[in-house]
C-alpha cells in the first residue's frame, strides 16, 4: 500500500491529465446546460438531464482537477463519505419531519372535530 | 535519543511537502484542507437541500426562475470560473517543473478570474435588487436565492485573497516545495465544484 506512494517529495509528480480536454469538457456541457433549458422538454426530463450534466461536471473537477484519480484514495474516502452522511441525516430529518406533521395534522383535525360536535 | 529526535525534526523541516513523515504519505497540510472541504461540502450540502425542501413545499408558488435570473449572463460566469480552475492547474504544474514566472503569471490569471466573477455577481444583484426589486424579505425564492448565492459569493471572495497571499509569496515555492500552491488549488476547484451544482439548482431547474 505505502510503497505504491512515493516517500519522497521528489517522488510524487503525477502524470499531468489533458487539462485543456476536461475543461473543453465542461465548457460543451455548460452550454448544454443552457440550451436544454430553453428547449421544451417535460420538467422531470429537464431536471434529470440538468442534474446528470452537473454531477458530470462536478466528478470531473474533483477527479482531474481535484486530483483524486492520482492521490491516495483515502483523500476520496474523505470526499464521500461526509456527502453519505449528511444524506443519511436529511433522510431521517425529513422522515421525523414527515411523521411529525402527518401526526400533529390528525390530531389538530381530531381536536378540531371533537371541539365542534361540543 | 535526543540528536535522533533532533534528526527527525530536521527532516521534516527539509521536506517542506512534509510527505515523508505520515502513515498515508499525505501531506498534513493537504489532509487538512481536504478535512475542511468535507465539513464546508456539508454545510453546502445541506444548505441546498434546505432549498429544495422549501422549495418543494412551495411549488405551486415557486416563480420559474428564469423569469427573474439572467441566465445566459450567469453562464458566463460559469464559465469565467472554469476558466480560473484551468488556469489555477496550469499554475500547479508551472512550480511543479520549477517555473516560478509562469505560477505568478497563472496564479494572477486565477486572482483574475474569480475578482470577475464577484464583478459579475455585484452586477447581477445591483440589477436584481434595484430592477426587479428583489429582497430578503419578499419571498422564500428571493430568500433561498441570496443566502446560497452570497455564501458561495463570500467563498470566492476568501479564495481570491488567499490566492492573493499565495501570490505575494511566490518567490518561496520551487520543484520541490509546492504543497502550498496546491492546497490554494483545492480550495478554489472546490468553490468552482459548489457553483456547478448552485448554478443547476438556483438557475437552471
Known sequence: M????????GETEHPHPNYMAVFWTLLALTILEVVVVYTSLSVAALISILLVMAFVKAGLVAWYFMHLKFDHKVLSVIAVVPLVLAAIAVGIISYEYSHYTVSDTATLKVATEAAETK | MSESVIAVGQDHFNDPNNYS?????????KMFMWLFLAQDAMTFFTMFVAYLGLRISQSDTWPVPSNYLNIPKT????????CSSVTMVQALAAIQRGDQRKLRLWLSATVIGGLLFLFGQYLEYSELIVH???SMSRSLFDATFFILTSFHGLHVLSGVIYLASVLAKAGRYTAQNYTQVEIVGLYWHFVDLVWIILFTLVYLI
Open chain 2, 132 to 134: 426587479e426589486h428583489l
Open chain 1, 2 to 9: 505505502a510503497d505504491s506512494h512515493a516517500a519522497v517529495a
Open chain 2, 75 to 82: 453562464a458566463v460566469m460559469t464559465f469565467i470560473l472554469i
Open chain 2, 21 to 29: 513523515d505520515t502513515i498515508t504519505k499525505v501531506s498534513n497540510w
